[in-house]
């Protein structure tokens, strides 16, 4: 089991029970949109509402423990902070897989910014498809 009260302390952030249930339901979903964090975390606490959920994923976000995953055609999903990775998103089934950028698609980027003197600080790289189970169906 992680440590999410140190997580959450790292980046400036009470431990709520709140919080603490919206970063296990994201590190047990991968990525997860707020309505289905909700529909997890209500389920063993009912009195939180979807505000409350609201509020914590945005304060999370400005704080750097969540990233928000846009989604073309439907609701962004938010992931945990890891290092910088690529997102394959199924178009059909709306799953997301996270892959490594390696060093040779770092190296594409490097060349990509130095044209126009550009700093590359992180990336977020979304690449829209099907999946291998949706394409084999």
């Known amino acids: 089991?992680?440590?999410?009260?140190?997580?959450?302390?790292?980046?400036?952030?009470?431990?709520?029970?709140q919080r603490v249930s919206i970063i296990k339901a994201i590190d047990k979903?991968?990525?997860?949109?707020?309505?289905?964090?909700?529909?997890?975390?209500?389920?063993?606490?009912?009195?939180?509402?979807?505000a409350t959920v609201y509020k914590n994923i945005l304060t999370m976000k400005e704080l750097g423990l969540v990233v928000e995953v846009p989604i073309a055609?439907?609701?962004?999903?938010?992931?945990?902070?890891?290092?910088?990775?690529?997102?394959?998103?199924?178009?059909?089934?709306?799953?997301?897989?996270?892959?490594p950028?390696?060093?040779k698609i770092q190296h594409f980027f490097e060349e990509l910014v130095a044209h126009d003197a550009f700093k590359l600080l992180s990336t977020q790289n979304n690449l829209y498809g099907m999946c291998h189970h949706c394409h084999a169906s």
């Open 29 to 50: 979903a991968g990525h997860i949109s707020i309505d289905d964090i909700y529909k997890e975390i209500v389920v063993y606490h009912p009195s939180i509402s979807l």
């Open 1 to 17: 089991m992680k440590d999410y009260e140190s997580l959450l302390k790292a980046h400036g952030l009470k431990n709520t029970f």
């Open 73 to 99: 055609n439907a609701k962004s999903k938010y992931e945990l902070i890891k290092n910088d990775h690529i997102h394959f998103i199924c178009q059909k089934c709306g799953s997301v897989e996270d892959k």
């Open 101 to 103: 950028i390696t060093a």
